[in-house]
Structures are given as C-alpha cells and as structure tokens.
C-alpha cells in the first residue's frame, strides 16, 4: 500500500507505524505470508496457492519481504534451480499479528460485502470509483 506522496515530514518518515504497513500492506504480501503460514513452499506451489498473482509480482513481492525479513529464501543446486521460501520468525511474528486481522476479515466478510452492496444502492456509484475525498472520478 504505497502512497501517492512520500511523507517529507521527519515524524512521518521515521513512524515505524507507517514504515511496517506501507511494506506488508500492499496487496499481496499478507496472502503471501499466509500462505506461507503452513510450512516451508516452493515458488510455483506459492503461485498456485495464492492463484491470481502473476509471477513477476510474485517474485517482486517476495523479494520486499525478504528485504524486510519476513521471509526466507532457499535457493538448491539442481537444474532447474529449486528455491524454497518459508517465514522467518519475524515474519510468524508478524503472522501472529495478522493472524487476528485473517480471522476478523473470515468472520465478517459477509458483513462487509453486504455493507458496500448497500452503500452502492444508496449512493447509485460503483465504490471504486470514488477517489478518497468522496467524489468520484472525472
């Protein structure tokens, strides 16, 4: 989840708050560490578990990770190479976190979805057209 403008001010740039979230909070790496959650995967088993990411966003996500800490790579001496990734403990640290967030978003889906189905009726606009101020878009 980056945002449109980098934070010039010195209490934003060093808010580790923003600083974590801006990493993991895209939308990819929460279903990548959750995937990873059950053990130790291979590249393209990642893939298949998480379905509609395209390999290069997978790799480019991986790779922030693995920046970060949350994951590990493994690369083995085969041809073709085989390469495992599998959370580091920062990373089922972190999990341990999310995991409530995982949970809340499984027990409320439903909600949620009914929610936005009736903010749409209310409103006759479809909610990602609308820009953050409210108005929607030209």
């Not at 693995?66 to 640290?93: I, K, M, N, W």
Request: proline share 4%.
């Amino acid at each position: 989840m980056t945002s449109l403008r980098k934070p010039t001010a010195s209490w934003a740039v060093n808010c580790p708050v923003r600083d974590v979230l801006d990493r993991c909070g895209d939308r990819w790496s929460i279903l990548v560490l959750h995937s990873l959650e059950s053990g130790t995967l291979r590249f393209t088993v990642l893939k298949k578990t998480i379905g509609d990411i395209s390999q290069r966003m997978l790799a480019k996500t991986l790779r922030r990770l693995q920046e970060d800490g949350f994951v590990s790579r493994r690369v083995y001496p085969t041809v073709p190479p085989q390469v495992d990734y599998s959370l580091t403990p920062l990373g089922r640290s972190l999990m341990q976190q999310i995991g409530h967030l995982v949970a809340w978003a499984d027990a409320h889906h439903q909600e949620v979805r009914a929610a936005r189905e009736t903010y749409k009726a209310e409103n006759g606009a479809d909610s990602e057209s609308l820009d953050l101020a409210g108005k929607t878009e030209a």
